[in-house]
């Protein structure tokens, strides 16, 4: 069965071209209004990847994106207006996995939405020597179930990540010990180039070390390197 995308927007021109690219290109495409109509949707079913709106009346995008983010990790595109660049920021921190900045082009969005898939593991295979899919993991005090996408401390509790905490985190653990530039975490995790100005890397970095680091502040898992980028400073070992 196809992937099932939704397609929040208030402006029926935009949702409404937007589905019917989407869906000649062999996805299922559902157009909504808002996210109320969204909720309504999800409650009988979860789409594969959410394209969402930032301004929209009343409800906005942002207020949508934090609140669908207290129940599920399903992916989330935005497409915002180019003079917002701090709603952008804002919603990489809610947990969105990418943005794209009207007007657009279609096939671009088209792209984005490819590569999000992808790296949500859907669709494309595993490069060669990743961890596998399903595969649990140790690294310092955590477990991570890879097919799960379950983060566990050693007192059994379970920390929720979004699906892009998730896949930063998956980067790491690929990667132990090795400083990658935020331009190579970018490339990585969303599979584009960072322009100069690109921050998103570092607030997903601030954001992931809530999750995994005693004193966020004072990191010793995940570490910054200036000039550098970052890296996991914990050896990962199959449990």
Request: with cysteine; proline share 5%; charged share 25%.
């Amino acid at each position: 069965m196809s992937q099932h995308i939704v397609v929040v927007d208030d402006n029926r021109d935009i949702r409404d071209l937007v589905a019917r690219y989407l869906s000649h290109h062999d996805y299922r495409v559902t157009a909504v209004e808002s996210g109320a109509a969204l909720r309504k949707l999800m409650e009988k079913a979860a789409p594969d990847l959410i394209v969402l709106d930032i301004m929209m009346p009343g409800e906005d995008g942002l207020s949508v994106c934090r609140q669908l983010r207290t129940t599920s990790s399903t992916p989330v595109v935005f497409l915002t207006a180019m003079a917002e660049d701090t709603d952008r920021i804002i919603g990489l921190e809610l947990g969105a996995d990418d943005y794209l900045v009207k007007p657009f082009n279609p096939r671009e969005l088209l792209a984005r939405i490819r590569a999000v898939l992808r790296r949500g593991g859907n669709g494309a295979p595993a490069p060669a020597g990743s961890i596998q899919v399903g595969k649990v993991v140790r690294f310092g005090p955590w477990e991570l179930d890879m097919g799960r996408q379950e983060l566990t401390g050693t007192d059994g509790v379970g920390i929720p990540l979004s699906t892009a905490e998730f896949r930063l985190l998956k980067v790491f653990i690929e990667n132990p010990m090795i400083v990658m530039s935020r331009e190579k975490l970018l490339d990585l995790t969303i599979g584009r180039n960072a322009d100069p100005f690109d921050r998103s890397i570092d607030n997903q970095v601030s954001r992931l070390r809530k999750k995994v680091e005693t004193d966020p502040k004072n990191p010793v898992l995940i570490r910054t390197h200036w000039g550098g980028g970052y890296s996991l400073s914990s050896e990962v070992e199959s449990v």
